[in-house]
């Protein structure tokens, strides 16, 4: 039973990548999920996340009108399609879910650790 991301990598200023999270041994319905992203020296923040109860996806201010996250209608994988990518972005990203109804107004938890976190993948911007 995991989350494993993928799909990090390099890419310019402006560029695009799409990260994706597939779940494993277990179906993503019941569960709110989300992409954290933490920085060399920076604290860790919530980026996007999607709710269970009404499917809809919730983004971090800076990343609004640049990066989509969706889910399949099998509810096993997640994607986060990152364009006009900045230096900024660079972090290790990472998916974590949990059936707390957590993403609402907020699209991070705090000191609440979430159920099942998977792996980060590394993303890097450069200018």
């Known amino acids: 039973v995991q989350l494993q991301a993928s799909g990090g990598g390099l890419a310019q200023t402006g560029g695009s990548l799409r990260l994706s999270c597939a779940a494993s041994?277990?179906?993503?319905?019941?569960?709110?999920i989300g992409w954290f992203r933490q920085a060399p020296g920076k604290e860790r923040e919530g980026v996007s996340c999607i709710s269970d109860s009404d499917g809809g996806a919730r983004y971090l201010e800076s990343v609004k009108g640049r990066f989509t996250m969706s889910r399949d209608n099998a509810k096993t994988t997640v994607l986060l399609q990152m364009n006009s990518l900045k230096p900024e972005d660079t972090a290790v990203y990472y998916c974590a879910a949990d059936r707390l109804p957590w993403c609402g107004m907020a699209v991070d938890v705090g000191d609440y650790n979430l159920e099942y976190r998977g792996k980060g993948t590394l993303v890097t911007v450069s200018s």
């Open positions: 041994g277990f179906n993503l319905d019941s569960y709110d």
